[in-house]
T-cell receptor
C-alpha cells in the first residue's frame, strides 16, 4: 500500500524567506510523486512531478523538489516566498498497480501563509 | 486549450435525494478520475474511467457510481445522499494510462447536503 505524510499542516513564512514543505512517502515500488497547489475555492494545479528522470525537479512559479530515496522524501522548496504563494499544498503518490493503479494518494495538505 | 470543466459549480440537495455531477476532460484525454475533498478527510480517490470502462474504484459505498460517455465526458451519481457526502468533488483527466501521467484537475463541484 502506498501513503504520503506531510509534516506540518500549517507553515508560516515571511515574504522573501525560504519555503520548505515536507513530504515523506511509502511505496512498495519506485514511486511517481507529485506536488499540487490549491488556491481558495479552486481545483488543484500541478506544480511539479517526479518520474525518475532526475532527482531534482523544477516546477512552476520557482518551486522545486528533491527526491531522496534513502529518506523516502520529496520536500518542496522555494528560495524566496511571495505573497501570491499563500495556498494549500498537496503531495501525492501515484499508484503503479493492483488496487492503487490509476489513483493518486494525497497527503493531508499543508497550508502556507506568507506574511508581509 | 480549455481545461477540465465541471458542472454545476454548486449543488444543494437534501438527505435522501440523488445528485448528478458532470465533467468534461481536456480535449484528447481519455481517462477521467473523480475525487472527494471533504472537510477533515482530505482528498480521497473515488473512481477512474478510461475508454468508457471503470478501471478502479476507491473505498466508497455502491451508492457512489458513475459512467463515461463516448465523448469521454463523465458523470458522477450519488444516490441516497447523506449529510457526510457534503464535500468538494473534483474531476481530473489524463492523456493516457500509466502512473507517470499527470492528472489535470477541474475547479470542482461543491455539494451541500441538508
Amino acid at each position: 500500500a502506498q501513503s504520503v505524510t506531510q509534516l506540518g499542516s500549517h507553515v508560516s513564512v515571511s515574504e522573501g524567506a525560504l519555503v520548505l514543505l515536507r513530504c515523506n512517502y511509502s511505496s512498495s515500488v519506485p514511486p511517481y510523486l507529485f506536488w499540487y497547489v490549491q488556491y481558495p475555492n479552486q481545483g488543484l494545479q500541478l506544480l511539479l512531478k517526479y518520474t525518475s528522470a532526475a532527482t531534482l525537479v523544477k516546477g512552476i512559479n520557482g518551486f522545486e523538489a528533491e527526491f531522496k530515496k534513502s529518506e523516502t522524501s520529496f520536500h518542496l522548496t522555494k528560495p524566496s516566498a511571495h505573497m501570491s504563494d499563500a495556498a494549500e499544498y498537496f503531495c501525492a503518490v501515484s499508484g503503479a498497480g493492483g488496487t492503487s493503479y490509476g489513483k493518486l494518494t494525497f497527503g493531508q495538505g499543508t497550508i502556507l501563509t506568507v506574511h508581509p | 486549450e480549455a481545461g477540465v470543466t465541471q458542472s454545476p459549480t454548486h449543488l444543494i440537495k437534501t438527505r435522501g435525494q440523488q445528485a448528478t455531477l458532470r465533467c468534461s476532460p481536456i480535449s484528447g484525454h481519455t481517462s477521467v478520475y473523480w475525487y472527494q475533498q471533504a472537510l477533515g478527510l482530505g482528498l480521497q480517490f473515488l473512481l477512474w474511467y478510461d475508454e468508457g470502462e471503470e478501471r478502479n474504484r476507491g473505498n466508497f459505498p455502491p451508492r457512489f457510481s458513475g459512467r463515461q460517455f463516448p465523448n469521454y465526458s463523465s458523470e458522477l451519481n450519488v444516490n441516497a445522499l447523506e449529510l457526510e457526502d457534503s464535500a468538494l468533488y473534483l474531476c481530473a483527466s489524463s492523456a493516457t494510462l500509466g502512473p507517470q501521467e499527470t492528472q489535470y484537475f477541474g475547479p470542482g463541484t461543491r455539494l451541500l447536503v441538508l
